[in-house]
């Protein structure tokens, strides 16, 4: 029984008890009871029928099991079998691995450290601070504790946001002996294979617009307490604030300005328009970006913890800069990079960037702030979302796609300057360039390491553990003391040197000439005099390739500013840099170096992403103003097999399920791309799927009141606005085109009414739900619900994606109708009103099924809401109509669907005919309370656009049959 109950109402078992009353404490209608004594009867044979008069008089759980034959006091069988599995002693827990195996941590945690970082165990302390003392960086303090965890099995993941924060060793192996819950954070990609073996090619996804509707949901915002507007440029009087901040407050909502981060302490939710500036210099770029960055670090701890809602608005032309239509405002759209790692760092935190064309489009203040109200009142779900000044709305989405053929192929002795090429993947990418490029290229490559003689007496050391001994015996022999960070920098230097070398010397090999220039990437006057030496010498550059870049990873509540600035200008001011030096230059080729982590977020990593959106969406810009001739692209790569990336991290990536680049096939890709000739923005990397509804899934705010669903003053039951299936179906859909946008149909499998919906005050407060959807797990589909205001779950349901083959059902014979149209919708029967009067035609009706003509919502004479729907209501809801008047027909009282087992609807549904549609409804079991139909709904060309199995028709008790009559 309590197992039952649970899964039609969603109370979790352990909080259920027989005794209590199941109206005043459950809220279990007379309905619901019906469906829980049903399905009762299908788990446990020979159960007896139930009256329902008798069942509605029922107070609790103890009567309903007395009734079906438990003794009296007595618990139902899944209780009384579930109780000596209560009554049992819990399991003691796990003591920490240390204490539990007697491994001495500290003497394990300096060996690995000794190992890791080639630093003697002997000039080792656990007080050293990690990276003031030992300069070890995050991904290195990674490495070391995936090692920690291999020899001492037990010891917990690592979550690298945490683990930056700690200062030194001794609170690393602390954290090991009294913080077993330090958990893993979840990679934001979502990837395929198992392992890195099974991968045997790369993915590459090409970044395109996707126009995308409105589907009518609300922003969390709607719920806050405290709403902050930050106006434009920081101007208190800016006119596009004034306008949204009046429409909120129209709505009802507290909303105010703030000027700074001051008045943003105790928001619960914050708008961003500080972006939305004239100017279009590297100054303005970089304020703006610092102010988001700003923002969100100082919202960090707040939101982590209990959420909130931040969106961020920016201009970059309505399209998230992905058309480079708005030439000048590509540096503004580093927001969105971080509002997405945000979003992945804050899972219950409601975080947005919505692009809105405004100053790009010449727009007045108040259309534009209504335009911006409409997107938070009515948008939609994703992300990112742009807004153009002629209403087209957009997100973007990664296609599948091979590579072209190129269009501007190298030629014999084209120039290129690089920047970040003299070492790691970049370096690789060159050498694969000058052995497949036929002829001799010449490359001016930048980098940061200054080159310099070696010592030859630390010729023999090879390793970076050899190096770091020989170093510090040699400053010994000196009577010279060293720290372990000066003796790891000394060691960096000289095998960052020899790998330079190395490199270089390949690329000349193959027939290249290179020079080289250490130079600081972000400085304007260096790179110019640098490209303009080589200019002189070769006489033109003919290509650009950007691939300097830094890492600093840590979360945003503790990002430096320091460490901001570092990995954000090596990026975006070495670009503008590297553009500015060849200004006037005629280039064919321009390739930049970002990383996946633009295209979805990723936790840590916030700086990282907003810098390399930024790259994507100069590569448009600047697509967009060279014209075919040059052949612009930005490479979102995933991780390498190689680099930065260790054997162990390796492991760990495959653990995590991330896949690796190898490193020749994307060097190959790398070539391939160079010449393709567009588009611009491509992600590539190994076993990737861009999944846009990401792991946490997504989460809208539907409000329901007369000003947003007018229709439904035509659904009432005994005079009250209940909320229809069909309007529930309606916004899973929504849901569905952006966890799954590109399936051929959506099914929605256990379609549930866990507790309906009664619209108590339809004519002023709005009834809110949170429709959600979240991952069920690998391979299991994705969750959907609505959750309402108290946290209770009133709908359920599992998608998964369809093959668009939908079929009808069964042909039979069946008797005219009892009834006439006119008199289908008479008290007694339907109580539909005429906004959901969809049927037009009965051709048979009986206990068995029914055959029906039709209408949908945009004939039905009824005045909707003003907005494109995903799919037809009316006619979904004229289905079910069916379906209550063959029980009707069957039990001589109304009854109401409260479950479909599977329900298909087609995505071409979306862009179907408005009507008419055939409906063909067979009844596949039935019984004196319940039946189980199966329909097909059929649009005028033939197709098959929704299919219906297992809808769950229940009789309502002849007490409030009446009342409904």
């Not at 969750?783 to 079929?807: I, K, Q």
Request: net charge negative.
């Amino acid at each position: 029984m309590l197992e039952v109950v649970d899964e039609k109402t969603g109370y979790p078992t352990d909080m259920l008890e027989l005794s209590m009353e199941i109206e005043a404490d459950m809220g279990i209608d007379s309905i619901k009871r019906v469906e829980i004594l049903s399905t009762m009867r299908q788990r446990v044979p020979g159960l007896p029928e139930a009256d329902p008069a008798k069942l509605a008089s029922m107070r609790t759980l103890a009567e309903i099991a007395e009734a079906l034959g438990a003794p009296a006091g007595g618990a139902p069988a899944a209780a009384a079998a579930a109780a000596p599995v209560a009554a049992a002693a819990p399991a003691p827990a796990a003591a920490p691995a240390a204490g539990a195996n007697g491994v001495d941590l500290v003497a394990e945690m300096l060996e690995v450290v000794a190992e890791k970082t080639g630093y003697p165990a002997d000039m080792l302390e656990l007080g050293m601070e990690i990276e003031a003392d030992l300069g070890i960086d995050s991904i290195k303090r990674v490495e070391i504790l995936s090692t920690m965890r291999q020899r001492v099995p037990g010891l917990p993941e690592a979550d690298p946001a945490k683990l930056a924060s700690m200062r030194t060793l001794a609170e690393i192996v602390e954290a090991l002996h009294v913080n077993p819950e330090m958990g893993a954070a979840e990679p934001s990609l979502v990837t395929a294979p198992a392992s890195i073996s099974d991968i045997s090619s790369l993915a590459r996804f090409v970044v395109r617009p996707r126009v995308v509707p409105a589907p009518g949901f609300a922003s969390a915002l709607f719920e806050a307490r405290t709403i902050v507007v930050l106006p434009e440029g920081g101007d208190p009087s800016a006119p596009l604030a004034a306008g949204l901040v009046e429409r909120l407050r129209g709505a009802g909502l507290p909303a105010r300005v703030a000027t700074d981060l001051d008045g943003v302490r105790d928001a619960d939710a914050v708008i961003d328009l500080r972006a939305l500036v004239p100017e279009t210099s590297a100054d303005a770029w970089a304020k703006a970006n610092f102010d988001a960055f700003s923002l969100a670090r100082a919202l960090a701890p707040r939101f982590g913890e209990f959420g909130g809602t931040l969106v961020f608005v920016q201009d970059t032309g309505g399209d998230l800069g992905i058309s480079g239509s708005a030439p000048g405002r590509e540096g503004y759209a580093g927001i969105a990079g971080l509002a997405k790692t945000a979003a992945l760092e804050w899972p219950t935190a409601e975080v947005r960037t919505i692009d809105l064309s405004y100053l790009s489009a010449a727009r007045t203040a108040d259309d534009a702030a209504a335009a911006l109200f409409t997107e938070l009142e009515r948008g939609g779900l994703e992300r990112e979302v742009g807004l153009a000044a002629d209403g087209t709305r957009v997100t973007l989405e990664g296609a599948l796609e091979t590579v072209p053929g190129p269009t501007v192929p190298v030629t014999e002795g084209g120039v290129f300057v690089v920047s970040g090429g003299a070492r790691g993947v970049t370096a690789s990418a060159l050498i694969e360039l000058a052995r497949t490029a036929p002829g001799r290229c010449k490359f001016l490559i930048l980098g940061r390491t200054a080159l310099a003689e070696e010592d030859p007496s630390l010729a023999s050391a090879s390793t970076d553990a050899e190096l770091k001994r020989a170093l510090m015996l040699a400053a010994r022999s000196r009577g010279e003391a060293v720290s372990p960070r000066e003796l790891g920098s000394q060691a960096r230097r000289i095998l960052a040197n020899r790998e330079v070398r190395a490199n270089f010397a390949a690329l000349r090999g193959y027939g290249s000439e290179v020079e080289y220039a250490a130079v600081d990437v972000r400085s304007v006057e260096q790179v110019r005099d640098a490209v303009a030496s080589v200019r002189t010498r070769w006489g033109r550059v003919d290509g650009l390739i950007h691939g300097a870049g830094v890492l600093a990873d840590a979360s945003l509540q503790d990002k430096t500013d320091e460490g901001f600035l570092r990995v954000f200008e090596t990026k975006v001011a070495g670009l503008r840099a590297l553009l500015d030096a060849t200004a006037s230059d005629d280039l064919r080729w321009l390739c930049l170096f970002s990383s996946v982590a633009a295209r979805g977020g990723n936790p840590g990593q916030s700086d990282y992403a907003m810098a390399n959106e930024i790259l994507n969406k100069a590569a448009a810009a600047e697509a967009a103003r060279r014209g075919p001739s040059c052949a612009v692209s930005s490479i979102g790569w995933g991780p390498w097999a190689g680099g930065m990336v260790t054997p162990t991290l390796a492991a760990m990536f495959e653990a995590r399920g991330v896949g690796l680049i190898p490193l020749d096939e994307g060097c190959q890709a790398f070539v391939a791309e160079l010449g393709a000739g567009g588009p611009s923005e491509v992600v590539i990397g190994a076993g990737l799927e861009l999944a846009p509804g990401e792991a946490q899934g997504y989460a809208g705010l539907a409000r329901v009141h007369r000003g947003s669903a007018p229709q439904l003053d035509d659904h009432r039951v005994r005079g009250e606005v209940v909320l229809p299936i069909a309007m529930v179906l309606e916004w899973f859909v929504q849901l569905a085109q952006v966890e799954l946008p590109s399936a051929p149909s959506w099914v929605f499998e256990d379609f549930r009414v866990l507790r309906g919906v009664v619209v108590s005050d339809y004519d002023a407060a709005p009834t809110t739900l949170r429709v959600v959807s979240q991952s069920a797990g690998e391979g299991l589909g994705v969750e959907l619900t609505t959750v309402d205001g108290d946290g209770g779950r009133r709908h359920g349901a599992r998608l998964r994606a369809g093959e668009g083959r939908l079929s009808a059902v069964e042909a039979a014979s069946l008797p005219a109708s009892p009834w006439a149209v006119s008199e289908v919708y008479a008290p007694g029967r339907l109580f539909h009103g005429p906004a959901f009067q969809a049927i037009t035609s009965l051709e048979g009706l009986s206990e068995q099924g029914a055959s029906a003509l039709l209408q949908g919502y945009a004939t039905s004479g009824v005045q909707w809401s003003p907005r494109r729907r995903p799919l037809d209501p009316v006619a979904l809801d004229g289905m079910l109509q069916l379906g209550l008047l063959c029980g009707l027909a069957r039990f001589g009282e109304p009854s109401l669907p409260l479950a479909i087992e599977r329900c298909e609807i087609l995505r071409a549904e979306l862009d179907a005919t408005e009507g008419p549609y055939r409906c063909e409804l067979r009844v596949r079991e039935a019984s004196n309370q319940h039946t189980r139909c199966d329909a097909a709904l059929i649009a005028a060309d033939g197709r098959v656009v929704i299919r219906i199995e297992g809808l769950q028709m229940f009789a309502l008790p002849r007490a409030q049959s009446a009342a409904a009559e």
